[in-house]
């Protein structure tokens, strides 16, 4: 292991608020009696339904798939029956067609579920087929098809895989009791993944507010060949991966480009733990670990949900509220989407449910800018987001855009660092969304 502390330009130190769960070990959520399993939990194509109503089911069988190749297939995370298929609200925000199943009780697993032997004695082809089976998207909220990620152009090679384990969000802290508690299962997956890319370096990135997970993990890599544990200064937003690139490789991602133009793929810990019981288990992504945290819980947990339980049903394991919710956020603070509901499904990239109380929730009243430049400097993507916000906010997209409001990861370092309270990430936001639809109109 290294012993440099790697980190980036730009960047904030808002308070972990990681106290409430970062010590409670992983615990099985009991299932719920219905299951609302969206036929969209990933970026691309959505699922076509591949049950009817009144069908019956078993845990880890396929229900919805689609030819697209931008897709992934979705599973029954319980066993039961198909009760309705209609559209529900997702964490997202919109509303999309889910299997809605009444759980048995017996969750009987499907005979497709089978352990898929050694590791050395499968080919790139396989380990590709096998995540793509499993229904892997990215867990750390990007929902990004991880077999497309892991099929880059025969011109674009890729040499380092990053195993993102930084979780810098704050509250959040399912990623750290994965490291601590599925060690194995993180390096499996991080064999088979450098594998598949025919990688000849994969690093395992931990912010150093995880001393126990960066021993953990350094103890179970041991002299793996080509794996190294490096450390992370803790700061926000080191969990975005052309942050980690930088901070890890040196390596720049170029403005609109991809990691793979720099020979890079940066995977999540909790994607890369999935995909490695996928192959020791032959289970596909049915569940996850997610934080439910917050001052309006009555007991902050780590759960290891199965996907469909709703929100609500989340809380009510961990107690229920404490008092009443101010603001229920999917995600942690940051980067997190408010949610208007808590009748709202746990998907793949539901990595936290956070629970704030009224007061923490009260959005401050902004005032005028002060020029002070303070979002200048804390942007780690090295834009101007007091001129961006301004455009916006006028509605001059074009001169958003000429300030690269693209290249915006919507962060919120600076609205967070912001004297003013501007709403800088929200309006550069609707600046973002606007510029990249009119593009895809042009084409």
Known sequence: MSTKLFTFKGGVHPPHSKALTQNVPIEEAPAPELVVIPLSQHIGAPCDPLVAVGETVKVGQKIGDSKAFVSVPVHSSVSGTVKKIEQRPVPGGTKVNCIIIENDGKYDVHESVQPKGDLENLSREDILSIIREAGMAGMGGATFPTHVKLSPPPDKPIDTLLVNGSECEPYLTADHRIMLEMPELVLLGTKAIKKALGAGKAYICIEDNKPDAIK?????????????????????????????????????????????????????????????NAIKTGMPCVQRVVTVTGSAVETPK?????????????????GGYKEEPGKI?????????????????????????????????????????????????????NLMPYKISRFSLLRNFDGADEYHATDCIECGACSYVCPAKRPLKESISVAKKEILTRRKKAK
């Open 302 to 318: 780590n759960l290891l949900v199965r996907l469909g339980t709703l929100f609500k049903d989340c809380i009510d394991m961990c």
């Open 329 to 381: 956020i999917s995600g942690g603070p940051m980067m997190g989407i408010a949610q208007y509901t808590d009748e709202v499904p746990v998907i793949k990239g539901t990595s936290g449910i956070l629970v704030l109380n009224k007061k923490e929730a009260e959005v401050p009243e902004p005032s005028n800018c002060i020029l002070c430049g303070k979002c200048v400097d804390a942007c780690p993507v």
């Open 216 to 276: 953990t993990l350094v103890e179970v890599v041991g002299n793996e060949e080509g794996i190294e544990v490096v450390s992370l200064k803790a700061k926000y937003p080191q969990g975005d991966e052309k942050r980690l690139i930088n901070a890890v490789t040196g390596r720049v991602v170029p403005s609109g480009g991809l990691p793979m133009e720099v020979a890079c793929v940066v995977e999540n810990v909790g994607t890369v733990a999935t995909i490695g």
